[in-house]
């Protein structure tokens, strides 16, 4: 088997090394960022900092310098984004508390259910996988795992906080350096992104590494046990992330149909225009949902693999040998990839400059294929040092042999899976290829061919993604069994913070754009922030991407991890069994999007009547003289999302305990099989659809090729119909499709954590 | 074990003389129908008839009497019949010319590789599942399983011409009908759906039926291998009814979005006015798409489950005891449901009568029910006469003991998750409910609030089908394994007549108030049938809910039968060549309905410019003065639909073929199970959703409530919206929806009939 090349005192400190170096770059980012000054006397210094700063940025003002010298527009910048980020806040305080009553309940029941498995004793019991050896009690596994859920909860929120955060603090500060050129906002918006990366990517590591180090104070060498009470960490960053997910995307999309619908389509009024009601929950929502939504998101994936990896791990030969390294090779690969990420981040922000709004889109691909090809490096690095030669790894009852290089190549398959789903995802949303200027030219014909063209490309665009998921499965798994596989996502997942920089970049353009308009300034700092916008549109479907790619490897090693816990060796798609729960399994995200997309839609028409009501009953509204009541609007979206998310929360938590409850683990594994072959084709083909339909609209806004133009301008008939699929595909892409990557991974890591629970008391119908 | 009640020669009898009673009462009907003349002479003994012929209808005509004497009317309704009935023998004469050439080069590649399985060996050898004995050589299996692939296909096109026939005879009647009232008209599209109804109940049992016996005079004793070919029978039918179904559906809704959008949404004139030029290739449409094409898909189901109940059948006590009644329990079953269509038929012929347009849809509803009703206690009696008290079923390798008892529950399990099924879909998609109505309210914000409320809706009436057809599955497999599933299909399909009649009276219905409209004729005509034609919307959302559950039964038990002739004894979720077959399987579905959905639009926009170019070019068109040029039309339906059906068609046919020779036979189990999971719930939720869409439109046009007058009339900014909506749901509910259940069949029935080549030379990659 041999040894690792890197001692164990070496891992000790190379991963919370990582993660600090990660932690002071983001704080230098926030610093560099915060150099852009949001009040009027500061602004001089600013202009200064930024025409001669230590980036030596001089040449960037190639463009016309806007209105640097209005104090007026800087004072109204500050005072929108105070309006925007004390929403955010709030709602944000107030989901936590609902879903706070809802984690600790949860967290009780974890402890009751897992401390009944062996009635609450408190002596050692014979090991699950070594019978041979004793095990700490079944009450300790209940306390470290409600612990580690409530660690994972919490970390969880505290990405999307402060994401939200220096989202909220960057948006203002993006449009103002707008003024000065598209390159200097693009930096300002692209450090804010890192900002966000890198602060989850280490705390996910960090607060990991701690958990493990001080539980194995207690577990010793119990790594079993040790290992599959960190599942906790994953469930409970998954849970917080559903209704970060579901509640934010309720709260962004109601605001933002709401405010479409009147606005842009009865009023005739430009969107994000002051006088628009809604429009500041509109630009909260940006935040509260595609800023701390998806970052609680992919800190769920990156938990979730890290634990479905680690707990194969401990009954393999890593954790049957007591290797600390090889053990810790998931949480090694992911602190390199902080690294590569940093290097890869230096490349937008100090490398190249961005001269011209063309170059945005090819500066943000390059980071993919920057961070993907260094990455390909670090992992083979890694693999050597920090694995022995050869392993064995726990395959459903045998171990498998593996070398080092064979998991070496699992992790990259998982990486390069990941860039092909990016490009693929590019290409069906992006304006500048065939597919969205079809769906456009199919605006000609009204809203029905526009919509019929959409659904087709969404559908469409499933197809290679699936393939790249597929090969990377076999690969994966063919060379390291469920470990390979676990490996896979975290490969994907390894460039996770220059993933999230780019990501988090694209609402934060969003905002500025928003806040350009809302302060009324010229409309060329607002093409300026539509160009980083149309990028980051096409950025965040490829961030979706990459999250459903991740989420069905994730999910299939919690599955793989879950059947081994749970005692079962076959999932034979011929018992009656397995085949009930594959089909209800695969109806389960047609369930979920079905409830939201009626939130959606309801909490839509509320705000519609409501931003009717203040147009038809303030005075001088539409003239501009009077000014609308932006807190209800707010205040509507906030209801409506927190009083929404229940239902959709309850089918994703309910379904696992019920299923295996009541039917057992055989039916369990059907229902988590079907809803992940079934919840990826939806949730690929709804955020493809929606980025394409918002892209073709684009794309006939700004008009910037012959076909283009023949569809324009703003207002005309093929522009409507393109607004219509627009708004159509703003609660698919935004909410239902990339909830659905959390309804998979989340019902398959809770089955894991209460696999003990379903194997002894579970499957109660069949039993009587 | 035990004998049979009835003996060999009682079946010898009761199963041709079901099937010549049925077509002696659909000649009756079809005599009946003809009686309503269509040229002015006859008109006048057509009306006396009518008033007091032999079913005492006299007292029907509570309504006035519209035009009865208008001699002209008759004559345009007659030319615009033939017009009609013209273009659509054309369409599938080109259509069968096609696929004609397909058929036979696919019966050659059959019987190639089927016969290479032995190396074309004329020796016996010995049988698969009974090792002791000797069966015919592989050689017959490929001839006889040739053979009877011809024939299904050759039945299933007699079946959708037939019944284009009798649609095409029955429109213009019923819009003669109409005129003396709603009731008469009824009963005229009723019965001419019901000759349709039964001429392919009896015609598909027949034919299986000669065969089978025509077969036997060679294979003697040899039932494994008899029954083995006669699933050539399914894959015939099944493989003609996909091109039938895609082309069908192209052809219709390309016609249908074309005209809609120019004629409606343009130029502001009514549904199938006569000005339009894409009007007679949108009544064509109806006739080959839901007429021809649906005929072809049902007969496909019944031949599939009757196929794959008798491959199972024929390894299991009944075909080794030899025992023929038993065997041919599932030929029987349908004998004595085409007694009890028969029955339910008088129900709404003769024993009831329709007096008002309130009526129509609880007449249909009531159809389901009493066949439902009348079919249970047939199934119990016929369990209990042509079952032994207990025999053993195949069940993957070993015999399970089963009682008459419990088979008999299976096929009624089976009948009523059929009717929930139904009524399922009739609550989610008439506008007599909520659904349908929340989903016109939505209209009042716009198109876009339409369909996301439509496809939520869509998404939401999954649920309790899924529910029933899993516990259809739980019951039939625990009860009697793959046969049981194999017999619960049969059971929900052996209503089939009536299912078909309701079914086909929609389009019927629908063409004849396209007939009124063109003929000018008053009103009042329109309202009656479009009172019809509404109530036959809902039905026809019925009928595609039974299509696809017993789609997905049928799929399962053709599955099974392919595991069990491959030699696969389990299929393991936990194996990576499953796993990713799984996933692709998914994803199939989204790829097949990218390629219908993206044809009807590409078809539907040729028509828009056509349609656009005839009224901008042809001088009167618009003032009715000038004829437009229908010929044409009807040409770019009839080009795009053969054009564009063969991707889509060559995706299911090849997909078995690739994985199974390439990827072996483990993957091609994971792709059937993938596909078939994932393709029911698009196939429901594509269904409803376009039902719903349709019937909120026509919940706006008829006012008939305070809430929907709100909303209207036409030509109102919610009724547009809706028009949109309705347009979106055209190729989801009749193209691409319909056609899944297609897909997931002839896939499983292709590897079924292809698995001893699969078993022999398949999985060429990873023997490398």
Redesign the interface.
């Known amino acids: 088997m041999g040894e690792t090349l890197l001692p164990a005192i070496g891992v000790e400190i190379l991963i919370p090394a990582c993660a600090v170096v990660a932690i002071a770059f983001s704080l230098v980012q926030w610093h560099l960022v915060s150099r852009v000054k949001l009040s009027p006397h500061g602004l001089d210094s600013a202009a200064t900092d930024g025409g001669a700063g230590k980036n030596g940025h001089a040449e960037y003002l190639i463009e016309e310098e806007e209105g640097l010298t209005d104090h007026n527009v800087v004072l109204k910048c500050a005072d929108i984004q105070s309006a925007i980020a004390e929403g955010a806040t709030s709602f944000l305080f107030t989901e936590y508390k609902y879903v706070g009553i809802f984690m600790v309940a949860f967290a009780v029941l974890t402890f009751l259910f897992l401390g009944s498995v062996e009635g609450f004793s408190t002596s050692s019991q014979t090991c699950t996988y070594d019978p041979t050896k004793l095990c700490k009690p079944a009450l300790a596994t209940a306390i470290f795992s409600t612990i580690s859920f409530l660690l994972g909860a919490f970390t969880s929120v505290a990405s999307g906080f402060l994401g939200m955060k220096i989202a909220t603090y960057a948006n203002a500060r993006t449009t103002l350096e707008a003024r000065k050129g598209v390159g200097k906002a693009f930096i300002t918006a692209f450090r804010s992104g890192a900002v966000m990366g890198f602060l989850l990517a280490a705390n996910g590591l960090l607060v990991l590494y701690i958990a493990i180090n001080l539980f194995k104070l207690y577990y010793g060498d119990d790594w079993e046990g040790l290992f599959e009470s960190i599942t906790g960490y994953g469930l409970g960053g998954s849970s917080m992330a559903l209704f970060g997910r579901v509640g934010g995307g309720i709260y962004t999309k109601a605001a933002d149909?709401g405010a479409d619908?009147v606005g842009k389509?009865e009023r005739n009024i430009p969107e994000d225009d002051p006088r628009n009601p809604a429009v500041i929950a509109d630009n909260v929502g940006d935040n509260v949902g595609d800023i701390a939504g998806m970052g609680s998101d992919l800190f769920g994936s990156y938990a979730e693999s890290s634990c479905a990896a680690l707990v194969v791990a401990s009954i393999s030969s890593f954790g049957i040998n007591h290797d600390f390294t090889a053990m810790l090779y998931p949480l090694i690969v992911s602190s390199v990839g902080i690294l590569v990420c940093l290097i890869t981040t230096l490349f937008a922000t100090d490398f190249f400059e961005i001269k011209d709004v063309k170059e945005i889109e090819p500066a943000l691909k390059r980071q993919l294929i920057i961070s993907t090809m260094l990455m390909t490096v670090g992992v083979a690095l890694v693999s050597w040092i920090a694995l022995p030669p050869s392993f064995t790894i726990f395959n459903?009852g045998s171990q498998k042999v593996v070398k080092n290089w064979q998991l070496s190549l699992c992790v990259a398959v998982g990486l390069w899976a990941g860039l092909i789903i990016g490009f693929v995802t590019e290409y069906y949303t992006s304006n500048a290829y065939s597919p969205v200027q079809d769906v456009a030219d199919?605006c000609?014909?009204?809203?029905?061919?526009n919509?019929?063209?959409g659904?087709?490309?969404?559908?469409?665009s499933?197809?290679i993604p699936?393939?790249a998921?597929?090969?990377c499965?076999?690969v994966s798994?063919?060379f390291a069994a469920m470990y390979g596989i676990a490996m896979a996502a975290l490969g994907m997942l390894s460039t996770i913070a220059t993933g999230l920089a780019i990501d988090a970049y694209g609402p934060i353009s969003d905002n500025a754009g928003g806040i350009a308009e809302m302060a009324g300034m010229n409309h060329r700092i607002r093409e300026r922030t539509d160009a980083l916008d149309a990028a980051g549109n096409t950025t965040a479907a490829i961030g979706k991407g990459f999250a459903i790619g991740s989420a069905?490897l994730v999910s299939?090693a919690l599955f793989?991890a879950f059947?081994s816990r749970a005692g079962i060796s076959?999932?034979?798609?011929?018992s009656?069994?397995?085949?009930?729960g594959?089909?209800?399994?695969?109806?389960l995200p047609?369930?979920f999007?079905?409830?939201t997309?009626?939130s959606?839609?309801s909490a839509?028409?509320k705000m519609?009547e409501e931003v009717r009501r203040q147009f038809n009953s303030i005075p001088g509204l539409m003239e501009g003289t009077a000014k609308p009541d932006y807190a209800t609007c707010v205040k509507i979206s906030t209801d409506a999302s927190i009083k929404e998310m229940i239902p959709p929360g309850a089918l994703v938590m309910l379904t696992p305990l019920i299923v295996g409850i009541l039917f057992g683990v055989e039916t369990l594994?059907?229902v988590l099989?079907?809803s992940?072959?079934?919840g990826?084709?939806i949730a690929i083909?709804a955020s493809n659809t929606g980025g394409a339909w918002d892209n073709a609209k684009k794309y006939i806004e700004a008009g910037a090729s012959e076909h283009a133009r023949t569809l324009g301008p703003k207002g005309s008939d093929p522009h409507k119909a393109a607004v219509?699929g627009d708004?159509?595909g703003d609660?698919l892409k935004d909410t239902s499709g990339p909830s659905l990557n959390i309804l998979i991974k989340l019902m398959a890591v809770e089955s894991l954590v209460f696999a003990p629970f379903f194997a002894t008391h579970g499957g109660l119908l069949f039993k009587i």
Chains 1, 2 share one sequence.
């Open positions: 149909v619908l389509v459903f199919s000609r014909t009204g809203a029905a061919t919509v019929i063209f659904l087709a490309l969404g559908y469409k499933v197809i699936i393939f998921i597929a090969v499965i076999y798994f063919s069905a299939l793989g059947v076959t999932v034979d798609v011929l009656p069994k397995v085949i009930i594959l089909l209800v399994g695969a109806m047609y369930w999007s079905a409830m997309m009626k959606v839609g839509a028409l519609v594994s059907g099989a079907g992940l072959v079934s990826v084709q083909s219509i708004t159509i609660p």
